[in-house]
């Protein structure tokens, strides 16, 4: 589900896993840098900052990829120099950001962007919680 959410609002999660809806026992920190037009034809720059909630094996599944993320293509590029299976831990590391992140957060203006919730039964309670319809 997308939601178009303004950058002055504070949003608030439901209390469940973003992945699973699962119980959460911690809160993921994600940021965006965006670059978007300002006036004149310059660029501002903007860094959006979310924190959700998570369930101790996503949380970790998250930070985990986090960190290997930033290495991946180098990381397919060597694994073809070890073994063709490293290679194919790292292109799955690269789809899955790519792919699968629980939450995304596109399109950042200078007063609003878009965040994109896989999981549909959750993106409709912080639809409720946040009173936002879907875009
Ligand atoms: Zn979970």
């Known amino acids: 589900m997308k939601f178009r959410i303004s950058r002055a609002e504070p949003i608030s999660w439901p209390d469940k896993c973003v992945w699973c809806s699962g119980k959460p026992t911690m809160r993921y920190e994600d ?6 037009g300002g006036g004149l034809g310059f660029l501002q720059y903007a860094k959006i900052k979310i924190d959700y909630p998570a369930c101790r094996k996503h949380g970790l599944w ?7 993320y930033p290495f991946s293509l180098a990381g397919v590029v060597l694994g073809l120099m070890i073994h063709y299976i490293v290679s194919l831990f790292f292109c799955a590391v690269f789809l899955w950001n790519l792919l699968l992140r629980p939450i995304i957060i596109r399109k950042v203006t200078k007063y609003f962007y878009t965040l994109i919730i896989r999981n549909g039964d959750y993106g409709r309670e912080f639809a ?8």
Request: no cysteine; aromatic share 4%; hydrophobic share 50%.
């Open 62 to 68: 998250l930070s985990i990829l986090r960190t290997v």
């Open 31 to 36: 940021s965006v840098k965006g670059l978007f």
């Open 128 to 135: 409720l919680l946040n009173s936002l319809d879907p875009l």
